[in-house]
C-alpha cells in the first residue's frame, strides 16, 4: 500500500513537472516566434531570444510530449492493475470473513442451545438434590416413628 502511495505521488510530481515544462517549452516557441519572426509562427528551428538556450522545434516538442504522455498512460494502467488486484483481495476477504462468520454463528448457536440444555440439567440436578433430601428425611422420621411404636 505505501509503494501504490509512493508511486502515485511520484505520478503526480511528474506530471506537475512535465505540466511546468510544457508551459515553460510554450514561452519559449512564443517569445522565439515573436520576436525572430514577428507575427509569424511557421519556423520550426528558430533560435530563443534568450542567451545560451534554443528553442526546441516543434518535432522534439510533439515527441517529448509523446513520451510524457506514454509514461501516464503506463502509469495508469499499472494503477488500475493495482486497484484491480486489491479489489480481488478484498472480495477474497469478504469471502472469508462471511464463511468465518457463518461458522462462528454455528457455534454460537450451539452453545447456546447447550447453555439452555445445560441450565436445564443443573434446574433438574437442584431439583432432584431437593427430592433426595427430602426423601431422606422423611425415611428417617418414619423409621424413628416405627421404631418408637414398635418399643412401645
Do not use: C
Amino acid at each position: 500500500m505505501k509503494r501504490h502511495h509512493h508511486q502515485a505521488a511520484a505520478a503526480q510530481a511528474s506530471s506537475g513537472s512535465a505540466f511546468a515544462e510544457r508551459d515553460e517549452l510554450f514561452r519559449r516557441s512564443a517569445a522565439s516566434d515573436g520576436s525572430a519572426h514577428g507575427a509569424s509562427s511557421s519556423s520550426s528551428s528558430s533560435t530563443s531570444s534568450r542567451p545560451g538556450e534554443t528553442a526546441i522545434t516543434m518535432m522534439e516538442y510533439g515527441a517529448r510530449e509523446h513520451g510524457k504522455l506514454a509514461q501516464v498512460d503506463s502509469s495508469i494502467d499499472e494503477m488500475l492493475g493495482n486497484a484491480v488486484n486489491m479489489l480481488d483481495s478484498l472480495k477474497s476477504q469478504r469471502a472469508t470473513l462471511k464463511s468465518a462468520h457463518r461458522r462462528a454463528l454455528d457455534v454460537f448457536n450451539t452453545l447456546g442451545l447447550s447453555n439452555t440444555v445445560m441450565r436445564y440439567i443443573e434446574k433438574r440436578s437442584a431439583q432432584d438434590w431437593w427430592i433426595l433430601t427430602g426423601g431422606m428425611i422423611f425415611t428417617i422420621v418414619f423409621m424413628v416413628m416405627f421404631y418408637r411404636w414398635w418399643m412401645s
